[in-house]
């Protein structure tokens, strides 16, 4: 059994910065993954905002490149996702992903709120 513990969210003004995190347990969890968050605002649909892959490369999406940093830990079982100068449209519930052997994995969600 795979799960993920989030952890982080919470509401900050305009400007503020949150970190999120996020670790995997399960003795089935592998190293050799990808770990990420996605995000879903009300009435959208799921979006990805960073990925991770454990020793490769990372990605962001365009709305969040510069202002958002994916960091992992060096079991690669923890991902971190720190969101600095946050804007209003940030606002959503993120949701760590884990990957690895074709299965996905979801946490339970961590609301984040950006008031203007």
């Known amino acids: 059994q795979v799960h993920l513990v989030e952890s982080g969210g ?3 003004q305009a400007g503020g910065s949150l970190r999120l995190s996020c670790a995997a347990s399960g003795n089935s ?3 050799i993954n ?4 996605y995000r879903q605002a009300t009435g ?3 979006e990805l905002v960073a990925e991770s892959i454990s020793r490769g490369a ?8 510069g202002r958002f940093t994916i ?4 079991t690669y079982k923890r991902v971190y996702l720190q969101m600095d100068n946050l804007k209003p449209e940030d606002t959503a519930v993120y ?3 884990l ?3 074709s299965l996905d994995y979801w946490g339970q969600g961590t609301q984040v709120t950006v008031s203007s």
């Open 29 to 31: 969890v592998v190293s």
């Open 44 to 46: 959208k649909e799921r």
């Open 99 to 101: 990957r690895f052997r």
């Open 58 to 65: 990372t990605s962001y999406a365009d709305s969040v490149k």
């Open 95 to 97: 949701y760590c992903h």
């Open 71 to 74: 960091s992992r830990d060096k």
């Open 34 to 37: 990808v770990m990420g968050w």
């Open 10 to 12: 919470g509401l900050v």
